[in-house]
C-alpha cells in the first residue's frame, strides 16, 4: 500500500512540474512560422520595459551573423526584438528560445496584428513591424533590421 501511495505522489508532482509549461503555451500570444524556423511571442510589458516587445527567434540560417559583441556570453543573431513605440529593431544577446511548437502556424501568405505589431509570413521570410514601420525581416538566407 505504502508503494502505491508513493506512486501516486511522484505521479502527482510529475503533472505539477509541467502544468506551468502548458499554461504558458495555451496563452502564449505569437505564432510560428509552417517551417517551423522561426517563433515569434509578444514579451508583455513590466517594471524594466514599459512597452511590450515582439521577439522573434530563427532556429536555421545560411547566413552568417555579424561578430559576437564583446559584452555578449550568451546565444547572438538568431533573436531579434522590437518594442511597441521602438525606432529601431534590434538583435538580442539571449540565453532563452521563443521556440514553443504549441504556437499556431502563421501560413505563408498571411498576416498577424496583435498588440500594436504586425508580421507578414511569405516563402521568402518573415516581415514584421511596430506601428511606427520598423521592425525586422529574417530568412534562412537574410536577416535584417530596419
Not at 511522484?10 to 517551423?36: H, R
Not at 504586425?118 to 513591424?129: D, E, N
Amino acid at each position: 500500500m505504502i508503494a502505491a501511495q508513493r506512486a501516486i505522489v511522484v505521479s502527482v508532482v510529475s503533472i505539477a512540474a509541467f502544468l506551468p509549461s502548458i499554461a504558458a503555451a495555451q496563452t502564449a500570444s505569437g505564432f510560428k512560422t509552417p517551417s517551423n524556423n522561426i517563433f515569434c511571442i509578444i514579451e508583455p510589458a513590466d517594471e524594466s520595459q514599459p512597452d511590450s516587445d515582439l521577439r522573434c527567434d530563427i532556429q536555421q540560417m545560411s547566413s552568417k551573423p555579424r561578430p559576437i559583441p564583446k559584452d555578449c556570453p550568451l546565444s547572438w543573431g538568431d533573436a531579434f526584438s522590437i518594442g511597441q513605440n521602438s525606432n529601431s529593431s534590434i538583435r538580442l544577446c539571449h540565453g532563452d528560445t521563443t521556440r514553443n511548437d504549441e504556437l499556431m502556424v502563421l501560413p505563408y501568405g498571411s498576416e498577424w496584428n496583435q498588440g500594436g505589431f504586425s508580421c507578414k509570413s511569405q516563402t521568402s521570410g518573415l516581415t514584421c513591424v511596430n506601428r511606427k514601420g520598423h521592425g525586422f525581416m529574417i530568412s534562412r538566407a537574410v536577416q535584417k533590421v530596419f
